[in-house]
């Protein structure tokens, strides 16, 4: 089976650029997570969707938003962005109420 | 949810048990202990968690005190491929999202 899947694996953008990053789960998960990691910190939660629909958020601005389809896979999408955005994106599956999240190998983002 | 105190660092000896402490003196009752691995540039993954009881599986053991306030994975014979940064998380799962800290972590370094 596959695990979960995260594109693209490498990204370069400019300051105030837009980009969308996506992210499909594991078959069968209902539920989504996406966490910021900057190098040499833990990562942190952004967003968690649970059958299409938010379920928490972490302290982020406005300008991260994301969705979840109706397939369970997620886009993460940034606005303006800052140098301070440069990081490594992950993403999570995990089935409703389960007791261990799966982790993607995440999307490296890089402001320029 | 409670946050987690880890050294930042720790050394083991290939073949010894590795045990890797947690503090989570805030926990509270609805809480569950989670321990994920984080190997250079890729995701976390998951290795553990209990929320009273010690536990056990393929990868390690998880042994929590009775007061709830700090706990200690274990891993039984850690190899060279044990080097990683381990996280101890704290979550509580409910109808308000599945909202995960990740502290700093402890670095493992397995020698030979």
């Known amino acids: 089976d596959a695990g979960v899947t995260q594109s693209p694996t490498h990204l370069i953008k400019t300051r105030g650029q837009h980009v969308t990053l996506r992210c499909s789960p594991i078959?069968?998960?209902?539920?989504v997570s996406w966490y910021q990691q900057v190098l040499g910190q833990g990562p942190q939660f952004i967003f968690q969707y649970y059958e299409k629909e938010e379920r928490g958020r972490g302290n982020f601005p406005d300008r991260f938003s994301a969705r979840q389809f109706p397939n369970y896979s997620s886009e993460l999408n940034v606005n303006a962005l800052l140098l301070g955005d440069s990081a490594l994106y992950l993403c999570a599956s995990s089935l409703e109420g389960a007791w261990g999240y799966t982790f993607g190998s995440g999307t490296r983002l890089t402001v320029v | 949810d409670a946050k987690t105190t880890q050294p930042p660092s720790m050394d083991c000896a290939e073949g010894r048990a590795a045990n890797l402490p947690c503090n989570h003196s805030?926990?509270?009752?609805?809480?569950?202990v989670y321990w994920y691995r984080q190997i250079h540039s890729q995701g976390p993954q998951y290795i553990i968690h209990g929320l009273k009881n010690n536990e056990t599986n393929e990868m390690a053991s998880l042994i929590i005190t009775e007061d709830r306030k700090s706990s200690t994975l274990i891993l039984p014979h850690a190899t060279l491929r044990d080097t990683a940064v381990y996280y101890c998380i704290v979550r509580s799962e409910g109808t308000g999202g599945f909202k995960t800290i990740f502290g700093a972590g402890t670095r493992l370094f397995v020698k030979a």
């Open positions: 078959s069968g998960h209902k539920s």
């Open positions: 805030t926990i509270s009752g609805n809480e569950y």
